[in-house]
């Protein structure tokens, strides 16, 4: 009784925060009122068990795999905190100046997630302005494997994390061609040349030494 | 100097096949032409090795890593075999009728990689019709680790790409909105409502005792 109790309480908290994605949420709130309404606890608990779709992960917006143990993804809200847990994250870096939410850090803490924070003002064109000592000191870290699994973010997962992958790309020997195809994927209609510039001019040379992470995942 | 003939050869031939993506073409085009009219072969190599940009890689169209050991991509073109080899591939998935090229025969079989083709017809709507055995084979195929890791292609690794990785992640219990929304990422302004209802609609309850290969990268 009592675990049926707190995985409705649990299903109830993950509501609340759950605002954007209307499909499955409509499709949780009728269930909701089926248990709410209709039946003992332990009934409902039993029909969410059998009802398809349930304990569904909502991914943060914009979120990919980069390679192995890197991950990329917009800000990542409470409703995708249980998704994230799948990750087994170690650290996080983070590419905005402004200060991680309390809700956040509750949920780092709790996993023993490290954050590392570069900030990065997310300025519009034509004044975009992406440090380059900031990315590089990103880079540092987001290829130092103690450090994974890592998720890169910012807010929407498209300009400064886009600008990051773009420059690891550069270091894996991508081809320019390429490393704006992906670029561009993420950002879609908000594609910034000046982003594009940011990554062609990023001089890798001094961090070729660093062992880069690739793709090879050979068994 | 055997080496330094070997590499420029390589050079010649990555070349003949490479169409499409004229930005390093004409940058490689650049470089053979110093190598060929101005230096002696081994300094002409020399050359190279200092040119930066030497040795990209030149992933699919649409490449991407969908999870631990599982890629997506467009069709793969003799430019894409020295970024593949670095996945380490054991096998490919392939959803289109169409025989596999001989060149790319040449490079699996050299490379031991196996392929397992799905013959599903590019049928354009309103006549598209995914076929769901053809999906849930592959989907059998995709989930043993035993053939990891195996890229997944069609021609444009938009639409049937995006229908098996669609339902690949309703196994891992992905909302609708954020199987989605990569969907859409990869399909971009060819995105089909179509695929999107028949990953909707796609049964997994026949496959929920398979092992499902999960995002988590723990170390």
């Known amino acids: 009784m009592k675990v049926a109790e707190l995985q409705l309480q649990l299903h109830l908290q993950q509501h609340k ?3 954007e994605r209307e499909e499955t949420q409509l499709c949780r709130k009728l269930r909701m009122g089926v248990a709410d309404l ?4 332990s009934s409902a608990v039993d029909v969410c068990d059998k009802v398809e779709g349930e304990d569904l992960f909502v991914p943060p917006l914009n979120f990919a795999m980069v390679d192995n143990g890197i991950f990329r993804s917009g800000f990542p809200e409470p409703a995708n905190f249980a998704f994230l847990q799948t990750l087994g994250l170690r650290s996080i870096i ?12 509750e949920f780092l803490k709790s996993n023993g997630i490290k954050l590392y924070q570069f900030g990065i003002e997310g300025h519009k064109e034509p004044f975009v302005n992406i440090p380059d000592d900031a990315i590089r000191e990103a880079l540092k870290i987001l290829l130092d494997v103690r450090n994974h699994p890592v998720l890169i973010h910012c807010k929407r997962g498209k300009h400064r994390t886009g600008c990051l992958v773009g420059c690891l790309r550069k ?5 320019l061609s390429s490393v704006f195809d992906e670029y561009q ?33 050979k068994r």
Do not use: G
């Open 17 to 19: 925060h759950h605002r």
């Open 38 to 41: 209709s039946l003992p606890i």
């Open 94 to 105: 983070y590419l905005c100046p402004e200060p991680y939410p309390d809700t956040n850090m």
């Open 171 to 175: 270091l894996q020997k991508w081809c």
């Open 185 to 217: 994927r993420f950002a879609a209609a908000k594609a910034r040349v000046s982003d594009q510039r940011f990554v062609e001019l990023f001089d890798i040379s001094s961090l070729k030494h660093l062992p880069i992470p690739f793709s090879s995942s």
